[in-house]
């Protein structure tokens, strides 16, 4: 018997809050949605794909777990965290001395394998896919699970360039 996962990525993120009190690095990841998030994940909530799942398992990232509550509200669905389903490392050396998109752009262009040749020390596709994986392998007893995260973690149970909008979903199986 397979078990099948609905992935669901976040709603959209805002961060004013998180840059007004200069978090850096891993800080970064405590913001929550816009109103407009809000709103996706409330109509994410009423998708008849959802119907028969019996858990939703979430990111501990903020944004996610925020749309994976409203969810869990609107359905009536338990929630439970799942640490490592955090969002993919742009910086596995966490000094975060990086600019911009410069680690997103370099691991997509290296299509996630890292070399010595590489500027930014950030997480492998492989490694990646092992972390989700193994997080999910625990849940493998369900026959219809929902899981919210990210979209580059969602990615390694897709394809690793497929740009997943916010609250979009994506069908697959462990």
């Keep these: 018997m397979s078990t099948e996962i609905i992935l669901i990525r976040h709603g959209e993120p805002r961060y004013d809050e998180v840059l007004a009190r200069n978090y850096f690095g891993m800080g970064y990841d405590l913001g929550k949605l816009t109103d407009r998030g809000v709103e996706q994940a409330e109509q994410r909530a009423l998708d008849p794909i ?7 398992v ?20 338990k929630l439970t965290v799942e640490n490592d389903l955090h969002e993919w490392m742009p910086d596995v050396t966490f000094k975060f001395e990086m600019m911009g998109n ?29 972390r989700v994986r193994n997080a999910l392998e625990k ?16 990615s390694t149970m897709t394809k690793i360039d497929d740009m997943i909008e916010h609250c979009g979903v994506r069908v697959t199986a462990l």
């Design 50 to 56: 959802l119907k028969g799942a019996e858990l939703i």
């Design 102 to 130: 410069g680690p997103y752009e370099e691991y997509m262009s290296a299509k996630g394998v890292r070399t010595k040749d590489h500027m930014y020390h950030w997480e492998e596709y492989e490694v990646l896919k092992n």
């Design 139 to 154: 849940y493998k007893h369900y026959q219809k699970i929902i899981v919210v995260c990210h979209g580059i973690v969602m």
């Design 58 to 77: 979430s990111s501990p990232y903020t944004r996610a777990l925020q749309t994976a509550a409203i969810i869990s509200r609107a359905t009536g669905i």
